[in-house]
């Protein structure tokens, strides 16, 4: 019998396609399931991952876990975000992987480091961070082919009121986004969640970037947006890898990017957060193949 999408299943567990019924009485016979793993492809250019991809996905991750957090414990008032850069990819030498934003369509450094009013795609420089400053670090590693991807926004030193009141609104709302997800719910359901709980609060939701698929390739499909409708878009099933990472403004949502062609800031100069983990759909829910504290 053809290896399960998701490792193993049992009999009476919820079937992989989310039809609510039974895997034993659904897919579980071996053309089904061959046929609703092609019926994603073909049809969404969604790859959905067997039980090794996903075991190489969280080994990348792990890695990115422990970049993260050597990253955190240097953070502090006079570094300089090519202090980070050099982290980042030291780290990622001495464990044989590559990082993935080097050279990616001319990306020029390892890390992506995204601070105050920068709402991603910071380049990393002799940018000194200063106490009050908030700043984003966006790691992807490549660990034997496999990709993961997430992002935290760290406080420089003691954090400004407004500082504070972002990096929490971007936390909790993509642990939000995080909860939505189930087999049968639908990208929109995500989306919904995140920008429904960012408005309520006074602050917007960033629509020119946006969540994907991840693990084979760095950028895969679906694309998750992080506004929407309830109900709207793709139906999340069991095997689908995708990052969830809201990139929330204090301010308006506009934004324009830099002379650089990578760096995006707010029109109005206003802060921006950002919390991102790479996401699978399970059975019954989900798991962070990224997983921190939020």
């Known amino acids: 019998m053809e290896k399960s999408i998701i490792g193993k299943i049992g009999r009476n567990d919820p079937c992989i396609c989310g039809s609510g019924k039974k895997y034993k009485k659904c897919c579980m016979n071996t053309q089904k399931n061959r046929n609703f793993k092609k019926e994603y492809m073909d049809k969404y250019n969604i790859i959905l991952k067997d039980s090794q991809q996903i075991e190489g996905i969280k080994k990348s991750g792990r890695l990115l876990l422990s970049i993260l957090d050597k990253v955190e414990k240097i953070i502090?008032?006079?570094?300089?975000?090519?202090?980070?850069?050099?982290?980042?990819?030291?780290?990622?030498?001495?464990?044989?992987?590559i990082p993935a934003p080097l050279n990616y369509r001319g990306f020029p450094k390892s890390v992506c480091t995204s601070v105050n009013e920068v709402i991603c795609h910071g380049i990393p420089s002799d940018r000194i961070l200063n106490k009050g400053d908030i700043v984003n670090v966006d790691i992807t590693p490549i660990l034997n082919n496999y990709y993961a991807d997430a992002s935290k926004t760290f406080f420089v030193g003691t954090p400004t009121r407004d500082?504070?009141?972002?990096?929490?609104?971007?936390?909790?709302?993509?642990?939000?986004?995080?909860?939505?997800?189930?087999?049968?719910?639908?990208?929109?359901?995500?989306?919904?969640?995140?920008?429904?709980?960012?408005?309520?609060?006074?602050c917007s939701v960033v629509r020119e970037f946006v969540g994907h698929g991840v693990g084979i390739n760095f950028h895969e499909q679906p694309q998750v947006l992080h506004y929407g409708t309830r109900g709207n878009g793709i139906k999340l099933v069991p095997g689908m890898v995708f990052t969830i990472e809201p990139m929330i403004n204090l301010g308006k949502k506009e934004l324009h990017v830099l002379d650089d062609n990578w760096t995006a800031v707010t029109d109005d100069n206003s802060l921006s957060a950002q919390f991102e983990q790479t996401i699978l759909v399970t059975p019954t829910g989900c798991e962070s193949l990224t997983p921190f504290e939020l």
Do not use: C, W
């Open 76 to 97: 502090e008032p006079g570094i300089t975000t090519n202090m980070i850069n050099d982290l980042v990819h030291e780290e990622h030498v001495r464990s044989s992987a």
């Open 163 to 202: 500082g504070r009141k972002i990096v929490d609104i971007a936390k909790e709302a993509l642990k939000r986004g995080i909860n939505a997800v189930k087999p049968g719910a639908t990208l929109g359901d995500i989306g919904f969640v995140i920008q429904n709980y960012a408005e309520s609060l006074g």
